[in-house]
């Protein structure tokens, strides 16, 4: 059974940091493409950040400079570090695993966890 499971998020003022994390299980974590999403109240779902298999790393323009991906294979397990967050970082931010075979799209998300940056 496929199980992605988010925890860190909270309230948290702004200026201030908070550390995501998602541990996986159920599939073969190394062999996926890890992303967090976020969505605010009433917007769409946004893009945060990415990282391969091997590690290689991207960021939306929003977020980049304050927030840092990393994930520990041993441990099934992706981060987001986020740094200097401001009240437009509110969001309930969402894991994602994803790959791709032989044009088969394995793709699946947790639960989410909900930041609050407010003062």
């Known amino acids: 059974q496929v199980q992605l499971v988010e925890s860190g998020g909270g309230l948290v003022q702004p200026g201030g940091s908070l550390r995501l994390s998602c541990t996986a299980s159920g599939f073969t974590f190394s062999s996926y493409w890890m992303n967090w999403v976020r969505q605010a109240p009433g917007k769409r779902l946004e893009w945060v950040s990415s990282i391969n298999r091997g590690g290689s790393t991207n960021y939306a323009d929003s977020v980049k400079g304050r927030f840092t991906i990393s994930r520990d294979n041993a441990k099934n397990t992706v981060y987001l570090q986020m740094n200097s967050l401001k009240p437009e970082d509110t969001a309930v931010y969402y894991c994602?695993?994803?790959?791709?075979?032989?044009?088969?799209?394995?793709?699946?998300w947790g639960q989410g966890t909900q930041v609050t940056v407010s003062s």
């Open positions: 994602n695993a994803k790959r791709t075979v032989l044009l088969v799209t394995y793709d699946y």
